[in-house]
């Protein structure tokens, strides 16, 4: 927003209507003053709000996308990542000639209660051994 760009204030006698005019110039340019400085103070404050939201916009959409990668029960990689990595793994793997091994599988717990528990170990034990998960 532009700065306010009036000189000055009138000054003169203020016995007359030339000075009751002056008064209402004063009180006028007094008042407009006061209103652009709180449109400024209220265009600092919502930059302020946005920056703000947009940092929390950010963090959550990072989140979000760590949590898209992975499995909600175990923790390891989904299709969705291997879907994307697979590429570059083809490329890295092509340029290395580097040996590729590629785990795909699915599972199923029965046990309610048990299902952390295995999960967990299921995870432990299909990644124990990769390399890149």
């Given amino acids: 927003m532009s700065s306010l760009k009036l000189l000055s204030r009138f000054r003169g006698p203020l016995y ?10 004063n009180s006028i340019f007094e008042q407009t003053r006061q209103a652009h400085q709180a449109l400024e103070d209220y265009a600092h404050a919502l930059e302020e709000k946005v920056k703000e939201r947009t940092y929390h916009l950010e963090q959550a959409n990072q989140q979000l996308h760590q949590l898209s990668q992975r499995d909600g029960l175990t923790g390891v990689y ?11 793994y083809w490329q890295d793997f092509q340029e290395k000639r580097q040996p590729l091994s590629v785990l795909l599988t699915t599972y199923q717990f029965t046990h309610g209660h048990e299902k952390p528990a295995a999960a967990g170990r299921f ?5 124990g051994s990769a390399s890149h998960v």
């Fill in 16 to 25: 007359d209507e030339l000075g009751r005019l002056a008064e209402s110039f």
């Fill in 78 to 88: 989904n299709r969705h990542y291997f879907d994307q990595q697979a590429p570059l």
């Fill in 123 to 127: 995870a432990d034990s299909a990644s």
